[in-house]
């Protein structure tokens, strides 16, 4: 859902953002765990537009696409720069295309944005965290496109509390903690 589509609901203090780390059931189930984050969805990105990704497409690699979330949230409550934060806490960006196992170009990591504030907020936070790192992959840019994942793929660690996830149990519990 577009920022334009989540205002056009009521709620002007809603935001999103699109973030890419990995496989994205764990990235989708730390940023649900985040006090002010209305909703996440799973999908792909950032690929070529004249395909329409599906997941079997996206792990071909031969598109462009990055498995990514949308990360709604209430910027009264949470602020992107938080968000980043904790994104910054899970992910390596000093990794090129993978993630703890995921390995391949969908597996990069990146952040999105929609409107110009928020790409300047990302900006400011993405040179922040460069200047800690001698290397560093992370993309940051303009959201090109996102197709949802399928349904499968939505919400899979609720549904799956013990399936596969590059990013430890106790990382995604110090999240919750951290960022209630």
């Given at each position: ?20 780390g990995g496989c994205f059931w764990g990235l ?69 295309n993978r993630q703890g196992n995921d390995r ?77």
């Open positions: 859902m577009s920022e334009s589509a989540v205002r056009s609901l009521g709620c002007d203090t809603l935001s999103e953002i699109y973030l890419a989708e189930k730390v940023f649900s765990c985040i006090k002010g984050v209305a909703d996440t969805e799973c999908g792909y990105a950032n690929g070529n537009n004249l395909i329409m990704p599906d997941y079997m497409t996206v792990c071909s690699g031969r598109f462009g696409y990055c498995e990514a979330v949308r990360v709604c949230y209430d910027r009264e409550v949470m602020s992107l720069e938080r968000i980043l934060d904790a994104f910054f806490m899970i992910i390596d960006p000093t990794l090129l391949g170009i969908q597996y990069r990591t990146g952040i999105y944005w929609t409107d110009e504030v928020s790409g300047n907020i990302v900006m400011h936070c993405v040179a922040k965290e460069k200047r800690k790192h001698s290397e560093f992959y992370t993309e940051a840019g303009p959201l090109e496109n996102f197709f949802p994942a399928e349904d499968c793929h939505q919400k899979y660690l609720d549904r799956n509390p013990n399936g596969y996830c590059h990013i430890p149990s106790e990382e995604i519990e110090f999240i919750r903690r951290t960022f209630p």
